[in-house]
Every structure is written in structure tokens, then in C-alpha cells.
């Protein structure tokens, strides 16, 4: 999509219904949703490609103005879209943009999914994000790691999901592909950066104190609220997962198999969990 939005942006489009936004997490792109998209009926589902991810173009965000430049960003895509009130949906880093634009935007956002956030109350960083985060460290570490199938398999185990990648190859192809493209590397390294702490590997939760979700922020979304997470999310338990739901107004919760990425191993359970809450 070309349009007045000072970046190309490429978008992923599924259905017809109400428009439904999904926002992909850090190192891949909107394609790692195709599982979950072929399964949710009744809606315009759109997956744009983050900025730097995919064919969308990257943009200029500062590690300390991130959070206003991705509000802006997706402010900017509803309005080129047309889209006056969306239900937006957020994976992993996509969940805290999400998370963010309901709280600058809260009158666009009628229905709200997070699906595995990071940075929230309670979440702790994986420890391969830790040591990328960490100077010097990171760079290193990333240059004794080729990009290709073993290294993302070996990723996938951490966050709980190599056994349910395995049965997507074409995934495998695009996160390789993401790994060995510079460009989409340069854009998640700024997320992580943005996002971790560079002491990460020091500290409990390993995020950055002024881009956490605070639980003061989560007590003013006030715009029905799903949180879905997998039973082995690398991101803590269950029971950080009630924490969480506690601190939002209109939150319900749902447990699934697996782990950071529940539509891998069930697409349609995830996808019948998402539509039931939206009906």
C-alpha cells in the first residue's frame, strides 16, 4: 500500500466483517500470522508489517521517543485505511503497541487482544533478548549466530514453541529470511533496544523502566480486554497472567496450549476464542 503515509507500508488482508488490525511481534513479520488468519471468519482482518519488517519500509524511532513514533505510525495507517474504530490485536512487542495506542487512542480501539505482551507487570525478558540488549554483548553474540534454520529453531525452543514451528517450513523460510534481510535486522534490534534494558542481564524483569506498561496504565483501558497466553509462555506463568487480567477494568483471560505463539500448535482453538470474544 502506497499512500500519503510518509513510508510504504505492505499489508496482509483477510475477510469481510469488522475491521480487525493485527500487529506482529519482534523479528518477524505480518505472514507469521497466515495460521491464525485462515482461521477467523466474519471479520476484515489486516496484518500490516511493521515498520523495517517485511515490505514496509522502516522508520526513523528514537529508542526514547519509540513509543510515540509507533502510536504515530499506526494512527497514521487507520487514517489512511479509513478506519474510524478497529478491534486490535497484539502479539508479543505488537501487544505493547497495541497496548499503547489504546491508551493514546482509546476511542479508536473497541475491543482489544494481547496475545503473550511483553514488558507488562510481572513479565520477564527471555534471555536471548537480555543479552542482544546488552552493549557489546549483543553484537557479539549475534555475529557467532548464522541466520538460518538451526538458529531459529534453537530460538523457537526458548519461547516454547521449536515442536510447533516445525510443522510450518514456510514460517521457517520467512523468519530465516527476516534474519538475513539487514533491514528488518536493523528494525529489531531498535525494538529491543527500545524495549530492554541494556542492564537487562542485572536486573529482575530485564525491561526498560520508561517503556514498561505500568499497572496504572492497564487500569485505564477501559475498552473490553483479552488476554490470551500459553501455558508454557517464556514470559512467566499463569498466574502472571491473572495478575495482569486483575489490573484491567474489562479483562478476561484464556490459557492455551503452548507457548509464546498459541496459533502455531492451535490455530483454530485460538481463533475460536478470539471470535467468541468478539461476538
Same mark, same amino acid.
Given at each position: ?138 553484537? =557479539?553474540?549475534?555475529? &557467532? @549466530?548464522?541466520?538460518? $534454520?538451526?538458529? #531459529?529453531?534453537?530460538? /523457537? +525452543?526458548?519461547?516454547?514453541?521449536? *515442536? ?6 514456510? =514460517?521457517?523460510?520467512? &523468519? @530465516?529470511?527476516?534474519? $538475513?534481510?539487514? #533491514?528488518?535486522?536493523? /528494525? +529489531?534490534?531498535?525494538?529491543?533496544? *527500545? ?6 542481564? =542485572? ?77
Amino acid at each position: 500500500m502506497e499512500s500519503d503515509l510518509p513510508t510504504r507500508v505492505h499489508v496482509l488482508e483477510k475477510g469481510a466483517g469488522p475491521p480487525m488490525i493485527l500487529l506482529h511481534g519482534t523479528g518477524v513479520a505480518a505472514g507469521f500470522f497466515l495460521p491464525l488468519l485462515a482461521e477467523l471468519d466474519g471479520v476484515r482482518a489486516i496484518a500490516p508489517d511493521l515498520p523495517g519488517r517485511g515490505l514496509s519500509d522502516p522508520i526513523d524511532h528514537p529508542r526514547r521517543h519509540f513509543r510515540t513514533a509507533a502510536v504515530g505510525w499506526l494512527d497514521r495507517l487507520l487514517d489512511v485505511l479509513g478506519l474510524e474504530e478497529i478491534v486490535l490485536l497484539g502479539h508479543s512487542a505488537g501487544g505493547v503497541w497495541a497496548t499503547w495506542y489504546a491508551l493514546a487512542h482509546p476511542e479508536r480501539v473497541r475491543r482489544l487482544v494481547l496475545v503473550g505482551p511483553p514488558a507488562f507487570p510481572g513479565t520477564r525478558c527471555p534471555l536471548p533478548h537480555r543479552v542482544l540488549a546488552t552493549p557489546g554483548l549483543g553484537r =557479539l553474540a549475534a555475529g &557467532l @549466530v548464522p541466520p538460518g $534454520r538451526e538458529s #531459529v529453531l534453537r530460538f /523457537a +525452543a526458548v519461547m516454547g514453541e521449536r *515442536a510447533t514451528l516445525v510443522r510450518h517450513p514456510d =514460517l521457517i523460510d520467512l &523468519l @530465516v529470511a527476516m534474519r $538475513r534481510d539487514p #533491514v528488518a535486522e536493523s /528494525a +529489531a534490534r531498535d525494538e529491543i533496544h *527500545a524495549l530492554v534494558s541494556p542492564l537487562a542481564l =542485572l536486573t529482575p524483569s530485564g525491561f526498560r523502566r520508561r517503556t514498561r506498561v505500568r499497572p496504572e496504565e492497564l487500569g485505564r483501558l477501559t475498552m473490553p480486554t483479552l488476554l490470551l497466553w500459553g501455558r508454557d509462555e517464556p514470559l512467566g506463568g499463569v498466574a502472571v497472567a491473572r495478575g495482569v487480567t486483575d489490573l484491567i477494568p474489562s479483562a478476561t483471560s484464556a490459557i492455551l496450549p503452548g507457548g509464546h505463539v498459541p496459533w502455531l500448535g492451535q490455530p483454530v482453538q485460538t481463533a475460536a476464542v478470539i471470535l467468541d470474544f468478539l461476538h
